[in-house]
């Protein structure tokens, strides 16, 4: 089979077909050797589910680094804010965008913000003392250094730390001024990543399943891909608190800790890319290309129903 | 209208509405004043049109990198070799793979390559000399010097200069032998710049127009995205050399010379962000965020209907 199939494994927590074993040493291996404790599963009450017609978008919210953000994303998503609202915008290889189709058109009501604020501080950097940063020692074009909190790719120079703009990043659409946004808006990366915008807006989180159904959304006209048409704009059938919907409904999902030693083992294969079709190791990871994989968690071991 | 417009109207040839003139000092003004010298029109033999039930793919060739690929892509598209192949492969922020579904099952005819070659070189990289390298002066995570030669991005280290797998590159899938591609299977980057596939596998061309269509297909199952069911490939419908087809078939279209002033300003503009809504100027650019601006071809000048 042609082209990059050993190079890509990496990336995904399922990479060997299921009945059988996969290749010792490959990521897969690394992942399947992991322990628990490796693993987290996302807190419900940090997590965004976004229900389109194509189907489900998870977000993990980022309290630690935009709290008024988050606070006032858990107001809208218990006021059912984004029901019936739309995808705005498909730029390719930027970012799609949804919120109230009002909202820029001024002859047009725009939807009652319910009981969130209309007013918001601008979250576009924090103190990066009390966050539990794991470095990457890989080079960036873009900052001093970078790494990982809790998941999310960071950057940080000195005494500052923000996110940084990678592929499925959620950020919250804002006007000039810079406390401008209330999250009602929001925006997700769909291709390259935007560094120029780090530190200029407020991101929220990270989509951590379902950037599929967002990514491929029909693109709009250029150069900013607002939809002309209201037509063609996707309906958002419902958001909510994951803590909110019954426990069957939330989603059952474990995110490879960023802090762990498998994670780091991770990203040293994927420099070294020992693998029979890489030429030359790239030697360096890079922020926004390291996926930090994601599973359904596991059921529960078969306790009881067979003698020990 | 919320969230990033000014910032992202830079990469766009028509970020005005065309009847009002463009804000003085934009991105829009830059273009519209760059005399025509500082265009250069698709050569149609070095232009690859591949047609999908959605919309056309307009790909330009880099025979300055990868002249024997470029010479069996020009071979396999007169032999109409790709009409009725099939996209193989959406991989989710990675590539979309295009060519003949028979090549991964053994027990599948594959199609006859015609006159195109079975073996190539492979080449992955190239001497630095007797290219019209345009350097940037910024920083990169991956290589000594990145610029851009003939539209193309590109990374450079002493004597060797490699094309960078940004968004949009197309590429020769390969088996582990480096020189397995023959270009019947090609791919697309459709996420972030997978750097680390850099030198080592042919890099052949990139998308000037259409990279929408590749961009929203439906992706394949995990963790490679190819399509495990048939039924879910889009069909090739065709894919000619633009050289090959009546000259009204041709895409009309004209993209900024990489060396050209306006070009070199527009990314000046871009490190300055001199817009209303930028709080923090990012002071640089990167090789795989700048966009090269594409046009239609204008109207010749109406000579002779009007007296002068």
């Not at 998870?58 to 218990?78: G, S």
């Not at 923000?162 to 919250?172: D, E, R, S, T």
């Not at 250029?222 to 059938?237: H, N, Q, W």
């Not at 994670?263 to 994927?270: I, K, T, V, W």
């Amino acid at each position: 089979m042609r082209l990059l199939l050993t190079a890509l494994a990496l990336c995904a927590a399922t990479a060997h077909a299921a009945d059988e074993p996969p290749p010792p040493g490959s990521a897969a291996a690394l992942l399947a050797a992991a322990p628990a404790a490796h693993w987290r599963a996302l807190a419900p009450e940090n997590t965004l589910v976004m229900t389109l017609p194509q189907g489900q978008v998870v977000i993990e919210l980022a309290p630690q680094f935009a709290p008024a953000h988050v606070a006032n994303l858990r107001t809208l998503a218990r006021g059912h804010y984004w029901d019936g609202l739309a995808i705005l915008r498909a730029q390719d290889n930027f970012v799609v965008q949804w919120g109230d189709p009002g909202e820029d058109m001024p002859d047009e009501p725009r939807k009652p913000l319910g009981e969130a604020k209309d007013r918001l501080p601008a979250e576009f950097e924090r103190p990066t003392a009390g966050l539990a940063f794991t470095a990457l020692p890989d080079a960036d074009g873009w900052a001093a250094q970078v790494g990982f909190v809790d998941g999310l790719p960071v950057a940080r120079s000195g005494d500052v730390a923000w996110l940084v703009h990678c592929y499925g990043m959620v950020g919250a659409g804002r006007d000039n001024a810079p406390d401008s946004s209330t999250g009602a808006q929001l925006y997700a990366v769909i291709g390259q990543a935007p560094r120029a915008l780090d530190r200029n807006i407020t991101v929220v989180g990270r989509v951590v399943q379902g950037m599929e159904w967002l990514a491929t959304l029909r693109r709009g006209p250029p150069p900013m891909g607002f939809y002309a048409d209201p037509a063609l704009r996707t309906p958002i059938t419902a958001v909510r608190l994951a803590s909110d919907l019954p426990p069957a409904q939330r989603p059952r999902l474990e995110l490879l800790r960023t802090d762990s030693p498998t994670f780091a083992a991770l990203n040293q294969l994927r420099r070294e890319r020992k693998d029979g079709w890489t030429v030359r190791a790239p030697g360096q990871v890079e922020l926004c290309g390291v996926a930090v994989p994601v599973r359904d968690i596991p059921p529960a071991p078969n306790r009881g129903s067979n003698p020990p």
